[in-house]
């Protein structure tokens, strides 16, 4: 792995600089965002319909009934749709896989997932896929804060 | 210039080798002035400044000049400033993406060529540009996507 890549990363995530666990686990690929990998998609871009304008690799999906905005509230509304409920923190829980959302500036700013075993991984945009230890260690200025957990149970 | 004629009715060689050659480096010193069809206005202020070297834009939708170099500023300032975002929104309202939007046509050439060095979305400013997709294939990924402008591109889409 190139470490100028790693520390693009921690430049812009600081607190990952003290995550054991951090590490750069796909090459970049601008073919999904991290809406699509908490989802476990990894071949499309998946968020709501901002705008009118059609890009070639995005999937318009939003599920009926959630307001078309970039609010926590509607993110949340989301992911409970294809079976997410609420859980109050983003410990581990045996048979059950967590997200996190995260706002910023009022708007929700992006999802990590829990892995099986425990540590959570987060597509960076149009970048590389990264592991780290818990949802806390990339809070700050790019993404805000982890605010909501939620958990389904394994598939 | 009449050439003092030797008794055989020949020039002298040194002398016809050293006009000739300053002949033709008076001609060829001569030529762009004479032959070129660009008259630069100098009233035109993106003009007088592009050629001054004072220019800040990159772009005149008179004369179509694009500074390359100019160019990749906007990218790299786009990149970076937007390398962490999760929405197309987020990406395509970025101020830097908008600007080179602007430019048109212009700067599909520089597009493609970023496109060939690796698959991005710089690739929804073609979409932006042309005002449409290259595939209304749901499956088709970013990276294929920018493999189909590629190819479309070169073949004179």
New interface residues.
Partial sequence: MDQSIKQ?ILD?FPLLKDDLSFDVTSP????Y???SWAMKYS???T?YN??S???????YWWPDGVPQE?TIEAYKMAFQKIGYEGCGSPCHEDGFIKIALYENKGIC???SRELRNGLWTSK????HDIQHSSPFTIEGQ??GRAVVFMKKKFE | MNLPLLRNGFKPLFLTIALGAGSAFEFAYNDPNIESSYNINESDPFIRDYFNGNSNSIFNEVTGIINKSEFDKLFNSWESE????????Q??GNANFKKIVSMGKYAVPFIQEKLEE????I??AL??IYEK???NN?????????RL?IKALNKGF
């Fill in positions: 693009r812009q970049a690929t601008p073919n965002n991290c809406i071949d499309r871009w968020q901002s705008d304008k059609m890009h070639d690799g995005i999937v970039p700013s992006h999802a960076l945009g149009q970048n790019a993404y | 937007t390398m962490f975002c999760s929405f197309s929104n990406i395509t690796k698959p991005s979305l690739v929804w979409n932006e997709k290259i595939s749901k499956k088709t990924t970013i990276e294929e996507a920018c402008w």
